[in-house]
């Protein structure tokens, strides 16, 4: 049990940026926090408005409350920012990320990475006389336990996306 207070507990957040499409605003993003020794555990970034040349940039951060107030503040006040939300106080949301593991076996290991594929409902989506190359889509915590089980059987390889997350309900973020 942790017996620091809220205050001054590290927690991980996921924070939700909505960007001008241009060239330099990752760098920007990145520099922000290597510049002030925040650590980034998960980033993806796509355009979501191709009409109006917007991108997200989702992050995966951890920090004290504190610290994260100091990212989300640092954040919206880059100039390519609209908005800036953290996903993870904001409300409900759903986080999601996409993992491709290799893994090589033969005989039992290979039939029993199977099983435990077709229990976390992993897809093969390449597959040669000696390996495969499953698909699995999840959160974080789905996608690590999967990593864990695979390694005694042969996993070689691992290729994540990292985490996408919007809010849920009918309200844009």
């Known amino acids: 049990m942790n017996d620091l207070p809220i205050e001054k507990r590290a927690r991980s957040h996921t924070i939700s940026v909505l960007v001008d499409n241009e060239a330099g605003v990752l760098a920007r993003v990145i520099g922000l926090f290597s510049g002030r ?3 980034i555990e ?3 970034v796509a355009e ?10 989702t992050v995966l951060t951890s920090g ?3 610290v994260i107030e100091q990212i989300k503040a640092q954040l919206g006040r880059l100039v390519p920012v609209h908005k800036v939300a953290d996903l993870t106080v904001a ?3 759903v986080s999601r990320e996409l993992a491709l593991l290799k ?10 990475s199977l099983r435990i594929a077709d229990i976390f409902r992993a897809r093969v989506v390449d597959s040669t006389n000696t390996s495969f190359v499953f698909e699995l889509t999840g959160a974080t915590d789905k996608i690590n336990a ?15 996306t990292g985490v996408a997350a919007i809010s849920r ?5």
């Open 64 to 66: 004290t409350p504190q």
């Open 37 to 39: 020794g925040y650590n």
């Open 146 to 160: 999967f990593v864990e089980l695979m390694k005694p059987l042969g996993l070689i390889e691992v290729s994540r």
């Open 48 to 57: 979501v408005d191709p009409e109006n040349e917007l991108s997200r940039i």
């Open 42 to 44: 998960s980033l993806t």
């Open 169 to 173: 309900g009918p309200d844009p973020l």
């Open 91 to 93: 409300g409900r949301h």
């Open 103 to 112: 893994v090589t076996s033969e005989g039992e290991p290979r039939v029993e």
